[in-house]
């Protein structure tokens, strides 16, 4: 049982550059999230989706754009990197939107 | 006020104890909380979580809710070296706007050395 699955693991970008962040999920959840981990600020919500072809801004959207096609997944997009954007990303995904989230492993992300 | 506070420690327990970690929480407007546990370079766990004031247990860990105080306790028995990891409490937004938003503290760091 895979549960969340986000690659990569690591990343190292220059300003400007574009790049996705994938997740993947194996359990059927409707609802699915992207958070940001940065030292001092604790888990901040990026994007959510409450089902396929539904997608919302969280608290910190600025700077990222998500889709969701498929119930599956829910990559997050960085438009043009900058080095605020340096954290540990995590995917999560629940049955629905009022039930506890699952996390990946996150993405380690550097921006230089 | 941060809406949801937690002790950022760091917490050191010799192997055997017991260990209690607290949060409180600003609004009342939520459905459940939950606890997780991180280790290093790992995402968050899934520990426990709970809709209702009172107890609730799952082995060696307890997670109590007290609504009329706004205080999210996790107890830990027999507390193991596996154990060392950092504990986030969490709370679910009810409503509103970002739905499914989950409010962090901002963690504890525990350590239960042999």
């Known amino acids: 049982n895979a549960g969340v699955t986000q690659t990569p693991k690591f990343q190292v970008l220059k300003t400007g550059q574009s790049m996705t962040l994938q997740c993947a999920q194996d359990?059927?959840?409707?609802?699915m999230s992207w958070y940001r981990q940065d030292p001092g600020m604790g888990l901040r919500l990026i994007h959510y989706s409450v089902g396929a072809g539904i997608t919302d801004q969280g608290e910190v959207p600025n700077g990222y754009n998500v889709s969701r096609s498929t119930t599956e997944d829910f990559p997050l997009r960085l438009l043009s990197a900058a080095p605020s954007q340096t954290s540990v990303y995590f995917c999560?995904?629940?049955?629905?939107?009022?039930?506890?989230?699952?996390f990946g492993d996150g993405t380690r992300l550097s921006i230089l | 006020q941060k809406e949801v506070e937690q002790d950022p420690g760091p917490l050191s327990v010799p192997e055997g104890a017991i260990v209690s970690l607290n949060c409180t929480y600003s609004?009342?407007?939520?459905?459940?909380f939950m606890w997780y546990r991180q280790y290093s370079r790992k995402g968050p766990e899934l520990l426990m979580y709970t809709y209702s004031s009172g107890n609730k247990e799952d082995g060696r860990f307890t997670a109590q809710v007290d609504k009329s105080s706004k205080y999210i306790s996790l107890f830990i028995r027999d507390s193991q070296p596996s154990d060392s990891a950092t504990y986030l409490c969490a709370r679910n937004n009810a409503g509103g706007t970002s739905y499914g938003k989950l409010t962090f503290g901002q963690g504890t760091i525990l350590t239960v050395h042999p």
């Open positions: 359990m059927n959840h409707e609802y």
């Open positions: 999560a995904s629940s049955r629905t939107f009022n039930q506890p989230q699952h």
């Open positions: 609004n009342s407007a939520f459905q459940y």
